[in-house]
């Protein structure tokens, strides 16, 4: 019965469907709101008492941050569904994803070490959090490097989804490596328990920035998996008929 | 709460100095942000074009 109604709400075709209704709304207010965000705290949060301006990139690193794992536990739940029930949709959406992922990670790690610079006086340090993070980048590339090396398309979904699966062991270790080790990047600042150590001058313009961040990645998101959708069944009748 | 941190447009393109270090960073992410958007709307449309071709 589960795997019937599975079957049933996730077939491309729908998909498809509902999505390319969602994707307006999904850019309009996510573009709008990183925008505001970013203008909000680049130019009206105040100056930090001990980073100065520097601390000017949390409105960008930490929405792509926390993304950067939002995206591969997305991934990795796409990945049971589809070794589970076999729901193709949920390959494509891993195939969709990664890249996006890829693209949020590089733009996380990035935009810290050119923080690290002024804060830290380096630009890298082979600390937990940030080799953590530079795993789940080599992640995401193996996991478009190893769906790319297989000419039949439904073994490399099922070996693309279990290495999703094996790999998503990183994101605890991410998200508590400030915690389990002595590093030099900073604990969370903010926290969704609620012991939050930032000023809301700063935080209300970096919430702003990461549900503004969520919004354009979906919308971004929405689009790759119709042209990875378009390209895996291009030859079926309701493709032909959409385009 | 929405007082200007800057006094001037100076100031601002500056930022004490760490102007060099947050602009390069917003700068980048908007282009590969906006990059990838175009990419993608124009291999999806290329892709339409080659199944309408096929098609008719």
Same mark, same amino acid.
């Given at each position: 019965?589960?795997?019937?109604f599975?079957?049933?709400?996730?077939?491309?075709?729908?998909?498809v469907?509902?999505?390319?209704?969602?994707?307006?709304?999904?850019? #309009?207010?996510?573009?709008?709101?990183?925008t505001?965000?970013?203008?909000?705290g680049?130019?009206?949060?105040?100056?930090?008492?001990?980073?100065?301006?520097?601390?000017?990139?949390?409105?960008?690193?930490?929405?792509?941050s926390?993304?950067?794992?939002?995206?591969?536990?997305?991934?990795?739940?796409?990945?049971l569904?589809?070794?589970?029930?076999?729901?193709?949709l949920?390959?494509?959406?891993?195939?969709?994803?990664?890249?996006?992922?890829?693209?949020?990670?590089?733009?996380? &790690?990035?935009?810290?070490?050119?923080?690290?610079?002024?804060?830290?006086?380096?630009?890298?340090?082979?600390?937990?959090?940030?080799?953590?993070?530079?795993?789940?980048?080599?992640?995401?590339?193996?996991?478009?490097?190893?769906?790319?090396?297989?000419s039949? &398309? $439904?073994?490399?979904?099922?070996?693309m989804?279990?290495?999703? #699966?094996?790999?998503?062991?990183?994101?605890?270790?991410?998200?508590?490596? #400030?915690d389990w080790?002595?590093?030099?990047?900073q604990?969370?600042?903010?926290s #969704?328990?609620?012991?939050?150590?930032?000023?809301p001058?700063?935080?209300?313009?970096?919430?702003?920035?990461?549900?503004?961040?969520?919004?354009? &990645?979906?919308?971004?998101?929405?689009?790759?998996?119709? &042209?990875?959708?378009?390209?895996? $069944?291009?030859?079926?009748?309701?493709?032909?008929?959409?385009? | 709460?929405? /007082?200007?941190?800057?006094?001037?447009? /100076?100031?601002?393109?500056?930022?004490d100095?760490?102007?060099?270090?947050?602009?390069?960073?917003?700068?980048?992410?908007?282009?590969?942000i906006?990059?990838?958007?175009a990419?993608?709307?124009?291999?999806?449309?290329?892709?339409?074009?080659?199944?309408k071709?096929?098609?008719?």
């Amino acid at each position: 019965m589960i795997t019937a109604f599975i079957h049933k709400f996730s077939s491309p075709k729908s998909y498809v469907r509902v999505t390319a209704k969602l994707y307006p709304f999904f850019i #309009v207010f996510g573009v709008s709101l990183l925008t505001l965000g970013w203008v909000w705290g680049l130019l009206f949060a105040p100056q930090d008492a001990v980073q100065g301006n520097s601390y000017r990139i949390i409105f960008l690193h930490v929405p792509s941050s926390i993304f950067a794992q939002i995206i591969y536990f997305f991934m990795s739940v796409c990945a049971l569904m589809h070794l589970v029930w076999r729901v193709k949709l949920a390959a494509y959406l891993i195939k969709a994803a990664a890249p996006i992922g890829a693209m949020i990670t590089f733009i996380a &790690l990035f935009s810290g070490s050119i923080w690290g610079i002024p804060t830290w006086g380096t630009w890298w340090q082979w600390d937990a959090r940030i080799t953590s993070t530079l795993i789940l980048f080599i992640m995401y590339l193996g996991v478009l490097t190893l769906h790319g090396s297989f000419s039949n &398309l $439904e073994k490399a979904d099922r070996l693309m989804s279990i290495l999703v #699966v094996v790999g998503v062991v990183n994101i605890p270790i991410i998200k508590k490596s #400030v915690d389990w080790w002595s590093t030099l990047h900073q604990p969370a600042s903010i926290s #969704v328990s609620g012991n939050t150590s930032i000023d809301p001058s700063m935080l209300y313009p970096l919430f702003t920035s990461v549900i503004g961040m969520g919004l354009t &990645l979906i919308s971004l998101g929405i689009l790759t998996s119709h &042209l990875y959708i378009f390209l895996r $069944e291009k030859n079926k009748k309701w493709v032909l008929k959409y385009v | 709460m929405f /007082n200007l941190a800057f006094s001037s447009l /100076n100031d601002f393109a500056h930022m004490d100095g760490h102007g060099m270090y947050v602009w390069p960073v917003y700068l980048l992410t908007i282009l590969i942000i906006v990059l990838s958007f175009a990419a993608v709307r124009t291999k999806i449309k290329n892709l339409r074009m080659r199944i309408k071709n096929a098609s008719s």
